[in-house]
Protein backbone atom coordinates (compact mmCIF):
# COMPACT_ATOMS: atom_id res chain seq x y z
CA UNK A 1 0.00 0.00 0.00
CA UNK A 2 1.43 3.38 -1.15
CA UNK A 3 1.16 6.53 1.36
CA UNK A 4 2.54 8.70 -1.99
CA UNK A 5 0.76 12.14 -1.88
CA UNK A 6 1.54 12.36 -5.84
CA UNK A 7 -1.13 10.82 -8.11
CA UNK A 8 0.37 7.58 -9.80
CA UNK A 9 -1.64 8.89 -13.36
CA UNK A 10 0.64 11.60 -14.80
CA UNK A 11 -2.27 12.25 -17.43
CA UNK A 12 -4.18 14.50 -15.16
CA UNK A 13 -4.69 18.32 -14.25
CA UNK A 14 -6.40 20.16 -11.47
CA UNK A 15 -9.64 21.77 -12.28
CA UNK A 16 -10.52 25.34 -11.28
CA UNK A 17 -13.72 26.77 -10.52
CA UNK A 18 -15.34 30.01 -11.36
CA UNK A 19 -15.34 30.63 -7.37
CA UNK A 20 -12.56 31.92 -5.45
CA UNK A 21 -12.11 31.49 -1.84
CA UNK A 22 -12.95 35.14 -1.20
CA UNK A 23 -15.78 34.27 -3.15
CA UNK A 24 -17.07 31.73 -1.16
CA UNK A 25 -16.63 32.92 2.08
CA UNK A 26 -18.44 36.22 1.05
CA UNK A 27 -21.52 34.38 -0.46
CA UNK A 28 -21.52 31.35 2.49
CA UNK A 29 -20.45 33.25 5.66
CA UNK A 30 -17.75 31.49 7.27
CA UNK A 31 -14.71 30.11 6.35
CA UNK A 32 -13.64 26.49 5.84
CA UNK A 33 -11.63 24.85 8.48
CA UNK A 34 -10.51 21.50 9.84
CA UNK A 35 -10.98 20.72 13.74
CA UNK A 36 -8.68 17.74 14.34
CA UNK A 37 -9.90 15.80 17.58
CA UNK A 38 -7.10 13.40 18.26
CA UNK A 39 -6.89 11.21 21.69
CA UNK A 40 -7.44 7.93 23.18
CA UNK A 41 -10.55 5.89 22.44
CA UNK A 42 -13.11 7.08 24.97
CA UNK A 43 -11.88 10.20 25.33
CA UNK A 44 -14.48 11.83 24.17
CA UNK A 45 -13.50 13.03 20.85
CA UNK A 46 -16.86 11.69 18.73
CA UNK A 47 -18.97 13.27 21.85
CA UNK A 48 -17.56 16.45 22.36
CA UNK A 49 -17.39 17.05 17.85
CA UNK A 50 -21.23 16.20 17.71
CA UNK A 51 -21.54 18.44 20.50
CA UNK A 52 -20.02 21.28 18.52
CA UNK A 53 -21.18 20.55 15.24
CA UNK A 54 -24.85 20.65 16.87
CA UNK A 55 -24.28 24.30 18.29
CA UNK A 56 -22.87 25.26 14.70
CA UNK A 57 -25.67 24.14 12.37
CA UNK A 58 -28.30 25.50 14.87
CA UNK A 59 -26.55 28.44 14.22
CA UNK A 60 -26.61 28.58 10.46
CA UNK A 61 -23.38 26.92 9.82
CA UNK A 62 -22.55 24.60 7.59
CA UNK A 63 -20.15 21.76 9.43
CA UNK A 64 -19.97 18.06 9.41
CA UNK A 65 -17.87 15.26 11.67
CA UNK A 66 -16.15 12.38 10.16
CA UNK A 67 -16.08 9.93 12.66
CA UNK A 68 -13.55 7.46 12.49
CA UNK A 69 -15.39 4.55 13.20
CA UNK A 70 -17.77 5.61 10.62
CA UNK A 71 -15.31 6.20 7.83
CA UNK A 72 -14.01 2.31 8.27
CA UNK A 73 -17.48 1.24 7.12
CA UNK A 74 -17.49 2.87 3.78
CA UNK A 75 -13.71 4.97 2.43
CA UNK A 76 -11.35 3.04 4.91
CA UNK A 77 -13.35 -0.31 5.06
CA UNK A 78 -10.27 -2.19 3.64
CA UNK A 79 -8.00 -0.44 6.39
CA UNK A 80 -6.94 -2.82 9.55
CA UNK A 81 -4.51 -0.86 12.53
CA UNK A 82 -1.00 -1.90 11.91
CA UNK A 83 1.10 1.33 11.45
CA UNK A 84 1.22 1.18 7.77
CA UNK A 85 -2.73 1.01 7.69
CA UNK A 86 -3.15 3.49 10.04
CA UNK A 87 -0.81 5.94 8.58
CA UNK A 88 -3.08 5.32 5.18
CA UNK A 89 -6.23 5.66 7.30
CA UNK A 90 -4.92 9.39 8.60
CA UNK A 91 -3.71 10.10 4.99
CA UNK A 92 -7.09 9.60 3.28
CA UNK A 93 -9.19 11.43 5.80
CA UNK A 94 -6.91 14.18 5.68
CA UNK A 95 -7.42 15.10 2.24
CA UNK A 96 -11.20 14.43 2.57
CA UNK A 97 -11.02 16.84 5.27
CA UNK A 98 -9.00 19.34 2.90
CA UNK A 99 -11.64 19.31 0.23
CA UNK A 100 -14.42 20.15 2.95
CA UNK A 101 -12.38 23.13 4.25
CA UNK A 102 -11.51 24.30 0.50
CA UNK A 103 -15.44 23.97 0.25
CA UNK A 104 -15.91 26.42 3.63
CA UNK A 105 -17.43 23.28 5.62
CA UNK A 106 -16.12 23.30 9.25
CA UNK A 107 -15.59 19.61 9.09
CA UNK A 108 -14.50 18.14 12.59
CA UNK A 109 -12.45 15.00 12.30
CA UNK A 110 -12.53 12.08 15.07
CA UNK A 111 -9.81 9.76 14.85
CA UNK A 112 -7.60 8.55 17.43
CA UNK A 113 -4.63 9.52 15.09
CA UNK A 114 -1.86 8.13 17.55
CA UNK A 115 1.68 9.25 15.39
CA UNK A 116 2.29 13.53 15.85
CA UNK A 117 4.22 12.67 12.46
CA UNK A 118 0.98 12.05 10.12
CA UNK A 119 -1.31 14.71 12.05
CA UNK A 120 1.60 17.16 10.83
CA UNK A 121 1.31 16.12 7.34
CA UNK A 122 -2.80 16.70 7.46
CA UNK A 123 -1.77 20.17 9.08
CA UNK A 124 0.52 21.34 5.99
CA UNK A 125 -2.40 20.15 3.99
CA UNK A 126 -4.00 23.43 4.34
CA UNK A 127 -3.53 26.88 4.75
CA UNK A 128 -2.19 28.69 7.71
CA UNK A 129 -4.80 28.59 10.47
CA UNK A 130 -7.00 26.51 8.76
CA UNK A 131 -5.93 23.36 10.62
CA UNK A 132 -6.95 23.30 14.47
CA UNK A 133 -6.02 20.49 16.64
CA UNK A 134 -7.58 19.70 19.50
CA UNK A 135 -6.32 17.32 22.38
CA UNK A 136 -8.83 15.25 23.99
CA UNK A 137 -6.56 15.05 27.37
CA UNK A 138 -7.79 11.90 29.09
CA UNK A 139 -5.53 9.20 30.51
CA UNK A 140 -5.84 5.41 29.91
CA UNK A 141 -7.17 5.15 32.65
CA UNK A 142 -9.66 7.43 32.55
CA UNK A 143 -10.91 6.08 28.80
CA UNK A 144 -11.14 2.52 30.43
CA UNK A 145 -12.95 3.04 33.27
CA UNK A 146 -15.95 4.44 30.91
CA UNK A 147 -15.28 1.69 27.97
CA UNK A 148 -18.46 1.88 26.73
CA UNK A 149 -17.57 -0.13 23.89
CA UNK A 150 -15.82 -2.73 25.88
CA UNK A 151 -12.99 -2.65 23.49
CA UNK A 152 -10.62 -1.78 26.72
CA UNK A 153 -11.54 -5.18 28.55
CA UNK A 154 -10.95 -7.04 24.83
CA UNK A 155 -7.34 -5.43 24.56
CA UNK A 156 -6.14 -6.53 27.87
CA UNK A 157 -7.64 -9.83 27.38
CA UNK A 158 -5.52 -10.11 23.92
CA UNK A 159 -8.68 -10.25 21.84
CA UNK A 160 -7.51 -6.74 19.98
CA UNK A 161 -4.32 -6.36 18.62
CA UNK A 162 -2.45 -3.15 18.63
CA UNK A 163 -4.79 -1.61 20.22
CA UNK A 164 -3.91 2.23 21.10
CA UNK A 165 -3.00 2.63 24.78
CA UNK A 166 -2.57 -0.69 25.78
CA UNK A 167 -0.54 -2.63 22.94
CA UNK A 168 0.18 0.54 20.84
CA UNK A 169 1.10 3.66 20.92
CA UNK A 170 0.10 7.11 21.42
CA UNK A 171 1.52 10.45 20.63
CA UNK A 172 0.13 13.46 22.61
CA UNK A 173 0.19 16.67 20.74
CA UNK A 174 3.43 19.29 21.64
CA UNK A 175 1.28 22.30 20.81
CA UNK A 176 -2.01 21.77 20.17
CA UNK A 177 -4.52 24.51 19.19
CA UNK A 178 -6.57 23.52 22.09
CA UNK A 179 -6.67 21.01 25.17
CA UNK A 180 -9.43 19.80 26.34
CA UNK A 181 -9.71 18.21 30.10
CA UNK A 182 -11.68 15.16 29.01
CA UNK A 183 -11.02 12.85 31.56
CA UNK A 184 -13.83 13.94 33.75
CA UNK A 185 -12.70 17.69 34.75
CA UNK A 186 -15.13 19.44 32.37
CA UNK A 187 -18.41 18.42 30.87
CA UNK A 188 -19.14 18.00 27.20
CA UNK A 189 -20.45 21.41 26.83
CA UNK A 190 -17.97 22.97 28.80
CA UNK A 191 -15.30 21.42 26.15
CA UNK A 192 -17.55 22.49 23.41
CA UNK A 193 -17.90 25.67 24.07
CA UNK A 194 -13.99 26.27 24.50
CA UNK A 195 -13.92 24.54 20.87
CA UNK A 196 -16.53 27.31 19.40
CA UNK A 197 -14.84 30.19 21.39
CA UNK A 198 -11.78 29.13 19.81
CA UNK A 199 -13.61 29.00 16.28
CA UNK A 200 -14.65 32.53 17.09
CA UNK A 201 -11.45 33.96 18.15
CA UNK A 202 -9.73 32.29 15.22
CA UNK A 203 -12.65 34.48 12.41
CA UNK A 204 -13.61 31.18 11.70
CA UNK A 205 -17.35 31.54 12.27
Known amino acids: MTSKTSPVSKNIVWHHG ?10 LGQQGAVVWFTGLSGSGKSTVAREVELALVENGKNA ?5 DNIRHGLNSNLGFSPEDRKENIRRIGEVAKLFCQSNVIAMTAFISPYKADR ?16 CA ?3 EACEARDAKGLYKKARAGQIPEFTGISAPYEAPDKPELALQ ?11 RKVLELLQQKGII
Not at 126 to 132: A, D, K, M, V
Open 18 to 27: KLTEADRESK
Open 64 to 68: FVLDG
Open 120 to 135: DTVRALLPEGRFIEVY
Open 138 to 140: ASV
Open 182 to 192: TGGQETVEQSA
